[in-house]
């Protein structure tokens, strides 16, 4: 039988960290990652055969569970009839219009690979619009990897798996790529000048941990984005369609200026797309001066997944993936409440964080980074994953639930959540 650790270390020798996104990696809290040989639901297995509960769900891509039977078909069936064309499908308009219909103000999209290029095409749609220059962001929010976004961005990131410490950015990214990058901390509303021309933020912080919106925060920026002709855009690649039907935008009723999603639409395929109304749209290439392009852009399997998804999601089903993430927050509450061990389980919808020690709940990225800083996670981690409970490796992402997990999977972590918390603080 093959094992990790040597999978962990042939991967080595041709992939750097044997691995293909960071944050896949155990830098943050040690030893060798698990291979994944399949999935199936709430479940997946390693190349050993170790079955793990997963709350991982690819950071949120996956909300029906692995290898979904109505997933699985629609795939066939896209696959069987040619994967790739470069010319237009139906699936694309169809998926485009799931989309619209689900966001008050979204009028139109363009599907892209990945939520990272989703940003990055909406950051430059914005600057050509606007005819400014400006970005802002916030501190531990993350929106992919594209250079003027990668300053004090969360996830991977704050984790410091770029270079073993915490590191606020990355290497190669020019100072001139983020030169025009403000940071801003987050829950608190910047004064804005005519110089900006797009505010990103992430309307629930999914990538510090879980890190809610302050009442008023959201409705501030929209205001102040109002004042001086900024655009306000919603990085909604977490919060899309999980959050609820209509994702942040109808959870919170503060309409944005333009959207970006991903992970959820591709239903597991590589599918992000970012939008806005018609008129700021229409800057777009080929109607207008905004250049963006994709040889894969709305990949017939990758838009017969996502469509199924969408389809499939109910609004019964929202309540459904709320509820069962009230089960794991609570539960997580109670396990480490009876052991006397101070933690924060913020809870928004479906999304479920958990910070180590007291106080309130962080409201901005220095408050994460302290919970952080008390190195309890690794441990956390690596007991339950002992106990066949998969969290992802690093202590800003938040837990994932998909509708495939059962009351009986719930029920099984929060009891291994109960004699780890024990054991954390005995
Ligand atoms: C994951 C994520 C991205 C990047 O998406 P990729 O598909 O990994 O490129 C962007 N924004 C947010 C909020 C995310 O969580």
């Given at each position: 039988m093959i094992t990790n650790s040597e999978l962990y270390e042939r991967g080595q020798h041709t992939i750097p960290g044997a691995v293909n996104s960071p944050v896949r990696s155990f830098r943050s809290v040690g030893g060798v990652p698990y291979f994944v040989d399949r999935g199936a639901g709430s479940r997946v297995w390693d190349v050993e055969g170790t079955e793990y509960i997963d709350y991982v769900q690819s950071y949120g891509a996956s909300i029906l569970g692995h290898a979904n039977p109505k997933v699985v078909a629609a795939i066939e069936v896209a696959a069987r009839n040619g994967?790739?064309?470069?010319a237009p499908t139906l699936n694309e308009i169809l998926l485009a219009e799931a989309l619209v219909e689900r966001v008050p103000g979204l009028e139109s999209v363009r599907l892209v690979s990945s939520g990272t290029e989703a940003t990055m095409s909406a950051i430059r749609l914005a600057r050509g619009a606007t005819g400014r220059n400006v970005l802002v962001k916030f501190a531990g929010n993350y929106h992919g990897h594209s250079d003027a976004l990668l300053a004090e961005a969360g996830s991977g990131v704050a984790a410091g798996v770029l270079v073993g410490e915490s590191a606020p950015d990355s290497a190669g990214v020019t100072p001139g790529a983020v030169a025009d990058t403000i940071v801003a901390p987050y829950n608190v509303v910047p004064t804005l000048d005519d110089s900006v021309a797009v505010v990103i933020v992430e309307p629930v912080a999914a990538n510090m941990g879980l890190v809610p919106p302050v009442p008023g925060f959201l409705e501030g920026l929209r205001a102040e984005c109002d004042r001086v002709g900024a655009l306000l855009m919603f990085d909604e690649v977490i919060t899309g369609f999980r959050l609820g039907r209509g994702g942040a935008t109808q959870w919170s009723g503060v309409a944005a200026d333009l959207w970006s999603f991903g992970k959820v639409i591709g239903g597991g395929l590589p599918v992000g797309a970012f939008g806005a109304s018609t008129e700021i749209m229409s800057h777009l290439a080929p109607l207008g001066d905004v250049y963006q392009a994709g040889t894969l852009s709305g990949n017939p399997l990758a838009t017969a997944a996502g469509i199924t998804v969408l389809t499939e999601m109910t609004e019964a089903d929202h309540e459904s993936l709320s509820a069962k993430a009230k089960t794991l927050a609570d539960g997580l509450t109670a396990a480490f409440e009876s052991a006397g061990m101070a933690v924060r389980v913020p809870r928004v919808g479906p999304l479920v964080g958990l910070f180590f020690g007291g106080g309130e709940d962080p409201v901005d990225f220095d408050a994460a980074a302290e919970s952080v800083a008390l190195a309890r996670y690794p441990e956390f981690f690596h007991e339950m994953l002992e106990r066949g409970i998969a969290f992802a490796?690093?202590?800003?992402e938040v837990f994932f639930t998909s509708m495939a997990h059962s009351d009986a999977d719930l029920e099984h972590t929060v009891g291994a959540a109960h004699e780890v918390a024990n054991k954390m603080a005995g």
């Open positions: 994967s790739t064309f470069g490796p690093g202590p800003y």
